[in-house]
């Protein structure tokens, strides 16, 4: 079966359940034990605290081994939360870490700024590096942090490559697969040994929850449920029960905004204002032929580089525009866009462009409504440059 239909038929209940498809919503803390005996483990009990899995969790977490093929996935409060749980679990004082430089914001914060002090040797390597990682592994090294495409820019890693010299000298591969959500990329297919996911985004789909999710191995399933335990990570029913309902509807939802993102991307590489579009479907983009090798499809998320102007006329422009409003994440049905500087986000490949970068998310709206607003928006900023 193919995984589409894998993640509307995992973790539902309904013989259980009065036939009723959708799993109940649980909200739990303390969970009764039968019997004297049932307390002191000599029966079997399936749920025994809220802070562990409860049937509506438990439901999530199995639809999310169907979407991307892991052992186990484990819930946290956001995707950050799951990255901070996974990079702790394998990185102790002195051991030596290999970040890509594209990685997302926090995930920089978190390796600088809490595992750094704690006596973790922090390294950032140009996300195209390949199988050259083997020259940064040293005696220390414990993991390669991958996130492909990166944050903002949108590498594309070759993370076979990276995945298989980590490998070699015995360090784990952990993969921020967002962007891929499962759908679009497998991540243990192609090495990965721990993948997080920000359900934040399109397993959510509609700018109402934050969760994360770490998925696992047979090999990195136990390290990863301990620390998950140990720090207390857990999610309510209520997120979990909304996790899943966008989870029924990721493919049908991802199918739309790869269409209209690609739409969009064609149309705003034709454009004056606009000096290059990064998306890694379109057949310009450097990172392309390792996309079309690893990834079966793409989304509404890219950057295009918006030629040089004022700060006034960018102000015009992003005002200018009524559905593609301004604000932080994506992944929900409507339209997004950020503009943002990566200068201060990257270290082993510094950032000198020119150009202002713009992140758009394209959402579910008319594509043609879309292509209006954007040209609205332009000639609004052209009026103000004469
Ligand atoms: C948003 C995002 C995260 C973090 O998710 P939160 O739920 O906002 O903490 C992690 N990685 C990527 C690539 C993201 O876009």
């Not at 397993?203 to 390290?223: E, N, P, Q, W, Y």
């Not at 928006?377 to 440059?385: A, H, V």
């Amino acid at each position: 079966m193919d995984n589409k239909t894998k993640i509307l038929h995992k973790g539902r209940m309904s013989k259980e359940h009065y036939g009723i498809i959708n799993p109940p919503l649980y909200r739990v803390s303390t969970i009764l034990y039968d019997s004297y005996d049932e307390f002191l483990g000599k029966k079997p009990k399936e749920y025994v605290y809220g802070r562990y899995h409860t049937p509506t969790t438990h439901a999530l977490s199995k639809a999310l081994c169907a979407l991307d093929g892991g052992e186990e996935a484990y819930l946290c409060p956001s995707g950050s939360a799951a990255i901070a749980t996974a990079l702790s679990a394998y990185a102790e004082t002195g051991d030596h870490i290999l970040l890509s430089d594209s990685v997302y914001g926090p995930t920089r914060d978190f390796a600088e700024q809490y595992l750094r002090p704690k006596g973790v040797e922090v390294e950032f390597y140009d996300p195209k590096i390949g199988s050259n990682i083997e020259k940064l592994l040293r005696k220390n090294s414990s993991l390669v942090f991958v996130e492909s495409p990166g944050s903002l820019t949108f590498e594309i890693q070759d993370v076979p490559a990276i995945s298989h010299a980590a490998h070699s000298k015995g360090l784990v591969v952990i993969m921020d697969n967002t962007w891929g959500t499962g759908l679009h990329y497998k991540p243990f297919v192609h090495g990965v040994d721990v993948c997080i996911q920000a359900l934040t985004k399109y397993v959510g789909g509609h700018s109402d929850l934050m969760m994360g999710a770490i998925s696992v191995t047979r090999k990195t399933k136990a390290k990863i449920a301990q620390t998950h335990r140990l720090f207390g990570q857990c999610v309510s029913g209520d997120e979990a029960w909304l996790a899943l309902r966008g989870l029924r509807s990721l493919a049908a939802r991802l199918a739309m905004h790869e269409k209209n993102g690609l739409e969009i991307a064609k149309w705003l590489a034709k454009r004056k204002e606009v000096m290059e579009v990064w998306h890694p479907a379109l057949p310009g983009f450097e990172g392309h032929k390792l996309w079309k090798r690893d990834f079966t499809g793409s989304n509404g998320l890219f950057s295009i580089l918006l030629r040089p102007c004022t700060e006034k006329a960018l102000a015009v422009f992003l005002d200018g525009l009524e559905l593609f409003k301004i604000g932080y994440s994506w992944g929900g049905y409507e339209s997004l866009i950020l503009p943002k500087n990566p200068a201060s986000e990257r270290s082993a490949v510094p950032w000198q462009r020119e150009e202002i970068l713009l992140r758009l998310h394209v959402g579910l709206e008319d594509v043609e409504d879309l292509k209006k607003d954007l040209e609205n928006g332009f000639s609004k900023m052209e009026k103000i440059n004469v």
